[in-house]
């Protein structure tokens, strides 16, 4: 990827980190952490990688993308509203009465492939969209997003043993390993340790990556669409609350709204993110 | 007698080659009969290893991609297990999957309480969208499979282990319409799934008595068919339900909803009262939880009074 397409793809994620923040403040709720932590991977994928068509959300080909952890759903929503699946205004109804944009993701949004927010179901109905995908000979690829706290949930690990059984080589998904659940830390509420070799020893093909780099989450995604049999898993380190100083590193805006005070000082940092992107390369 | 889940391994098999269909069971196939359709369509078949929750998760995925996804096991394992993912991943999103459980109720039989499901009527009743449906014998398990294998959206089908009398060989099953499978004047006993011989068992020793009882058999706990239901309350005055099923939010409280709605008729029900069944042989344990014929007359005698 060229420097050019870096930006871009730079340029898309605080605009998705951006808009979350404003929904989350305008409906004063919902998930700002893991939006934050997510936003770089949303932006690869639906910048870069997706194979898929806005004008036609359920085109029989199209890859296939589950947001397992649905909480995140004001950087998901953000994703599709840029991606042009609706209009950008429509995101300010978010969790409003009467609005589609539930507060967690539903198929009745145009490019939501699954229902999700009870956690770990995502990764498992993905396994069901790959076992479809090798029966029909597809081309196609499954991609599911998990959060490291949802990793707690005793599905993930029965579809973590069903994966591989069954051979599902068009399945890749992204740990987003930003190491913070609702309560507290992942490594003090119930530790996850060595996740790589654990996936591994379930027989996935497992890569570490830094999860904010463009570059890096690319490359790890082009990696996994080898053809070899295996299901990939790519551990995403990421930062919970990445962009927003105060929400860096914390539990505490898992799930909580920015207050006015709060928002404006976040709304400002994001600011000064866009700019310093538009001035990378452009010595 | 025939085993309804015998019969829903027949079925599908018989409607197997339609390539969209697509089975999955949590290592019991060769219980529920699912195996059958697995030995014939291998890279249709799924057996998901003990694990209900990733069964039904995706039992999802599949139908979201397209496919008619019939998913199995024990209706305690697959109702209770994977409440969660029923109501999140098939329920809300409407999507087409077929949960058909076996081994329900009492006549599980030896296997304990553990494994008799007494609460999944009312369960699953509680899903939007969800159609519920227990059949009364082998027959109409047939019927039911063939029928729903193309309506689409959730179903779930309750189906018992032992076998059962069969009845209802020249009945059609319409989704949402009881049976009327004998007609009478004096009181209107209601039974869902396999308990209809005994209901029936029970009218004809009413008729020596003097007792003309109707017989209605309700394939569909959901939708029901209230209208039959309040016609015969209304004609009757007097109405007993029977089920293998808890006496909570199954036949006889969606009857007792319909008949305190129209106010028009006494009721009796008969199921397992608020309790855990027991291991023994299935129709002992029916006669022991008074789902028995003898119990139908008690309560009919009490209510004609």
Known sequence: ?283 | MESQRVAYGETLLEIGEDEKIVVLDADLSSSTHTIMFGNKYKERFFNMGIQEQNEVGVAAGLARSGKIVFASSFAVFIVGRAYDIIRQSIAYTNLNVKIVATHAGLTVGEDGATHQMLEDIGIMSGLPNFRVIAPADAPETRKVIKKIAYMDGPFYVRLSREKVPTLLNDYEFELGKGILFKDGHDLTIISTGITLSIAVDAANDLKAKGIDAAVIHMPTLKPIDSELVSKYAKNTGKVITVEEHSIYNGLGSRVAEIIAEHGTAKLKRIGVMDQFGESGPGWALLEKYGISKENIIKKSMEIIR
């Open chain 1, 1 to 283: 990827m060229n420097i050019e397409e870096q930006k871009e793809i730079k340029l898309k994620a605080n605009e998705i980190r951006t808009l979350a923040i404003k929904m989350i403040y305008n409906a004063q709720s919902g998930h700002p952490g893991g939006s934050l932590s997510a936003s770089d991977i949303l932006s690869v994928l639906y910048f870069k990688v997706l194979n898929v068509d806005p004008k036609n959300p359920e085109w029989s080909k199209r890859d296939r993308f589950v947001m397992s952890k649905g909480h995140a759903s004001a950087a998901y929503y953000a994703s599709l509203a840029l991606k042009g699946y609706f209009p950008i205004n429509d995101l300010f109804t978010f969790r409003k009465l009467g609005s589609i944009l539930q507060g967690h993701p539903t198929i009745h949004v145009p490019g939501v492939d699954m229902t999700t927010g009870s956690l770990g179901q995502g990764f498992s109905t993905a396994i069901g969209m790959a076992i479809a995908g090798k029966l029909d000979k597809a081309d196609y690829n499954i991609y599911v997003l998990i959060g490291d706290g949802e990793m707690d949930e005793g599905i993930v690990w029965e579809a973590m043993i069903n994966a591989p059984h069954n051979n599902l080589d068009n399945l890749i998904a992204i740990l987003d390993r930003n190491k913070y659940q609702l309560d507290g830390s992942t490594e003090n509420i119930l530790p996850l340790g060595d996740i790589e070799s654990k996936i591994k020893a379930f027989g996935w093909e497992v890569q570490s990556i830094n999860g904010h780099d463009i570059e890096e989450i690319y490359n790890a995604i082009k990696i996994s669409q080898n053809k070899n049999g295996k299901p990939k898993m790519i551990v995403a380190n990421t930062v919970k609350g990445k962009g927003v100083s105060f929400m860096e590193n914390t539990h505490e805006f898992h799930g909580k709204a920015p207050n006015k005070e709060q928002y404006e000082k976040a709304i400002k940092e994001l600011e000064t993110e866009r700019e310093k992107i538009l001035k990378e390369g452009s010595t």
